[in-house]
């Protein structure tokens, strides 16, 4: 074997190096767009670009996400209006691992994401975003500031997108309409005046359940009143909370500040004989949840602003109305105003963490043009063209309005009123502090595996013990379990946060991930 002449090394070195440096700067010319062609609504050159689909198919079908109709459709009204031809990837067909994105993926794993984040394996889409704001604003008025700005504390910097939920996450008060105009009240739109609503529901129960009055419940909540009872409790809470206090806390709100006044409130009314005698072994999701209502025995509840509209075939809402006569009603209202008058709604997931992820991978080589086809994806003119096409395959509509999340219900026009009075609520959503604040990355606690015996098992047994408390002996209750709940779990994660705000706030630890 000839000998190695090592004369030659610094040449190969340096060859090697232009090599690497004129491949590094023909992959960024590459990857990097001339938009001086883009007019504000459409490319003089056609843009080419691919979006993730979800292939699930429940049933054997040639279709592929491709050539279903709802694919045909788009890549062809796309194609004319934005000059943009899509073309449209099984999601089982990429892996971001092995380099085979979407130039649109999308994906509900955080974690994952996160990683790929600070890896670099995610553009920044902040500066299109900025740049082209008069040509996008379909997608930023869908998304709004919540669902663009959860990822990160610094506007320059947007690395996912969260979809919008189709229904509103806000819990509102449904209340019988109909019992109030029998007794000649107001809709209430306070804490206050709902109680009083709820007190006249009791004592006239005999002019408004007849023979049923013993089935009377003026309101009603199941074994998780952290749920049912939702806008209660977060009517309590302050929202000018510190971001350590919200970090610290972030793992249950049963031990931030405010929290005691809604168990308060509902061990009144249950002494008041308001909420059902049984609440505690009614478990959410079951008949013994929804029967009440749809048999009409319940005043006031909180739930989802689709809920009374949707139950497969028969809605909760014609059930009652089955039941009760057409008079039946609810009307949707918000009743918990907070300490400054408002409605809020906080969110439970921890960083904005649930729900679907939009993001553009390196890879991808047109961003504006990947942004310009979801502002057009999320007009609701074009979802609504998609949801009216007679889908005649398995892929229907939903699977391509990727800026929503879910499909758009189909009773939305008997759920209107209802979803807009849920589309009022103010979203508290500082919980992306737990585990990112501006250029800053918390260890994230997964109080649910990590710590299963506090969430949400002993936080329900602490709140419906406290909430049932005899009366008189609230204050002793509530200490008593309070102290129990913290043994179970619940201080030792919030010392956890505690030392995880220090080490990296405090002393500036940057690798805490």
């Known amino acids: 074997m000839d000998k190695m002449n090592f004369r030659h090394i610094p040449v190969l070195r340096n060859l090697t190096a232009l090599l690497l440096v004129t491949a590094l700067l023909f992959s960024f010319c590459s990857c990097t767009k001339d938009n001086s062609d883009f007019d504000g609504v459409r490319f ?34 796309v194609l004319k209006e934005l000059n943009i031809d899509v073309t449209f990837i099984e999601s ?5 691992n092995m380099s085979t994105e979407a130039d649109i993926s999308v994906t509900t794993n955080f974690s994952s994401l996160n990683t ?3 890896m670099g394996s995610i553009t920044n889409i902040a500066p299109y975003l900025d740049q082209y704001a008069s040509s996008l604003t379909s997608l ?31 819990r509102v008060t449904f209340i019988r309409s109909d019992w109030l105009e029998k007794l000649g009240l107001e809709a209430p739109s306070t804490r206050e005046e709902l109680h009083s609503c709820l007190i006249s529901f009791r004592d006239n129960a005999e002019l408004l359940l007849g023979e049923d009055a013993d089935n009377m419940i003026p309101f009603f909540i199941d074994n998780e009143p952290n749920v049912s009872a939702k806008p209660l409790f977060d009517s309590c809470l302050d929202t000018s909370i510190g971001d350590k206090d919200f970090y610290a806390h972030g793992y249950c709100r049963a031990t931030q500040e405010g929290y005691r006044d809604g168990l308060e409130i509902l061990n009144g009314w249950y002494l008041e004989g308001l909420l059902p005698s049984d609440y505690q072994v009614i478990r959410p999701g079951t008949k013994e949840s929804y029967e009440p209502v749809e048999n009409g025995f319940v005043g006031a509840f ?38 400054y008058g408002g409605y809020t709604y906080w969110q439970e997931d921890y960083l904005g963490e649930g729900g679907n992820k939009i993001y553009l991978p390196s890879t991808c080589e047109d961003p504006l043009a990947c942004l310009v086809y979801l502002n057009w994806i999320s007009d609701k003119t074009n979802v609504d063209e998609l949801k009216n096409l007679e889908v005649q395959d398995p892929f229907d509509y939903s699977r391509y309005a990727i800026t929503y999340q879910g499909a758009l219900s189909d009773v939305a026009s008997e ?14 959503q500082r919980g992306n502090k ?8 918390f260890k994230y606690v997964e109080s649910d595996t990590d710590f299963a015996k506090v969430y949400p098992g002993s936080t329900k047994n602490f709140v419906c013990t406290v909430i049932s408390a005899p009366e008189g002996r609230f204050e002793e209750v509530y200490t008593e379990e309070f102290d129990t709940y913290g043994m179970q779990g619940a ?3 919030f010392r956890i946060r505690l030392n995880e705000w220090d080490k990296v706030m405090v002393n500036g630890d940057m690798k805490p991930w």
């Open 434 to 441: 737990c585990v990112r604040y501006g250029p800053y990355f």
């Open 140 to 170: 930023t008025g869908l998304l709004g500031e919540e669902n663009i700005y959860a990822c990160t504390d610094d506007p320059s910097e947007i690395w996912y997108l969260t979809a919008k939920k189709a229904v509103p996450d806000a």
């Open 491 to 493: 201080y030792v994660l």
């Open 302 to 339: 909180c739930a989802k602003g689709d809920y009374l509209y949707k139950n497969g075939g028969i809605s909760h809402i014609q059930a009652l109305k089955d039941n009760q006569g057409e008079d039946a009603d609810y009307v949707a209202v918000n009743t918990f105003e907070n300490r």
């Open 116 to 118: 790929y984040y600070k």
């Open 92 to 96: 089982q067909k990429l892996n971001i």
């Open 415 to 428: 759920a209107e009123e209802a979803l807009k009075t849920a589309s009022e609520v103010t979203y508290v």
């Open 44 to 77: 003089a050159k056609t843009r080419h670009i691919s979006v993730i689909v979800d292939s699930y198919v429940p049933v054997n079908t040639d279709v592929t996400v491709d050539s279903s109709c709802v694919a045909r459709y788009i890549h062809d009204e």
